[in-house]
């Protein structure tokens, strides 16, 4: 099953509604959330989601203005979710503290395969704090960091951490 939503807005409780029915709803795949302002209640309704549903392949929230706070949220859900494979968070507000909460998710998540984080505000902090927690586990097939503010040092010292565990890798 594929559920895609777009241009929800911080008051839509109807979207509320339709979170909470897909808490027990195994045959859902794919959760794609697009071009929305959503509010950290929205997101917390996404946390429980990931945190009870465990269908969900597919998570893709791109061009939502979410921050640090709002994936910290999400790592948290992904933190207790065995099925997610695929995490799509490009173009949206995620800094520093957001990638070392993803980093910190992915030392007791080794499901998912692909993260997205194209067009953010990742800086080598965070780059280092997700190049570091990318050796702590089982290699993931793709990594995304393009368009984030990050020095050549760093994305040549990210280049070669994924050339040695055969990490794809968009820089």
């Known amino acids: 099953g594929l559920l895609k939503f777009s241009n929800i807005r911080e008051h839509h409780t109807s979207f509320e509604k339709v ?3 897909l808490k027990a709803s195994p045959n859902m795949r794919h959760l794609i959330i697009r071009q929305s302002s959503l509010s ?3 997101l917390q309704m996404v946390t ?3 945190q009870l549903n465990d269908g969900i392949a597919w ?3 791109d061009h939502n203005d979410i921050d640090d706070n709002g994936v910290q949220d999400i790592a948290n859900g992904l933190s207790e979710n065995s099925s997610v494979e695929h995490v799509v968070l490009s173009d949206n507000n995620i800094g520093d503290r957001g990638a070392h909460a993803l980093a910190n998710m992915m030392a007791t998540n080794h ?3 692909t993260l997205f984080l194209q067009g953010n ?3 080598d902090v965070g780059i280092h704090a997700l190049s570091d927690a990318l050796t702590k586990r089982p290699p993931i097939d793709t990594i995304d ?3 984030n503010p990050i020095s050549e040092t760093t994305l040549k010292q990210l280049e070669g951490r994924c050339h040695q565990l055969g990490i794809r890798c968009y820089t």
């Open 111 to 113: 499901q998912f395969k």
């Open 48 to 50: 429980k989601v990931l």
């Open 121 to 123: 505000h990742i800086s």
């Open 19 to 21: 979170l909470s029915g």
């Open 59 to 61: 998570l893709v929230l």
């Open 145 to 147: 960091v393009r368009d």
């Open 40 to 42: 950290h209640h929205h």
